[in-house]
């Protein structure tokens, strides 16, 4: 069975920087696409960050500048550095493995990781 387990959330100040991870287990990570995605209370799952398997990236607008994905094949796990954080960026994040096959896609979901910025 196919696992994605995120870590690195917690609670920074305004201003300050965090690391999430996400390691996966089960899958051949090279062959997905890689993303993180964000929901605050209320409100719907938005897609953060996207690295393609040849680590092409892209990003939400509101994120842009301040956080930077990138992935470890080897190790088999995608990391989102996040600095200058705001208060509008808590919410619990979670990690996303998908491929297409054609018209079919495979895709996976971590169980997230709260990151609260806050003083």
């Known amino acids: 069975q196919v696992q994605l387990v995120e870590s690195g959330g917690g609670l920074v100040q305004p201003g300050g920087s965090l690391r999430l991870s996400c390691a996966a287990s089960r899958i051949i990570f090279s062959i997905y696409t890689m993303a993180w995605y964000r929901q605050a209370p209320g409100k719907q799952r938005e897609l953060v960050a996207t690295?393609?398997?040849?680590?092409?990236?892209n990003y939400a607008d509101s994120v842009k500048g301040r956080f930077t994905i990138s992935r470890d094949n080897a190790m088999n796990t995608v990391y989102l550095q996040m600095n200058s954080l705001k208060p509008e960026d808590t919410a619990v994040y979670y990690c996303?493995?998908?491929?297409?096959?054609?018209?079919?896609?495979?895709?996976?979901w971590g169980q997230g990781t709260q990151v609260t910025v806050s003083s």
């Open positions: 996303n493995a998908v491929r297409w096959a054609g018209p079919t896609a495979s895709a996976y």
């Open positions: 690295i393609s398997t040849a680590s092409s990236t």
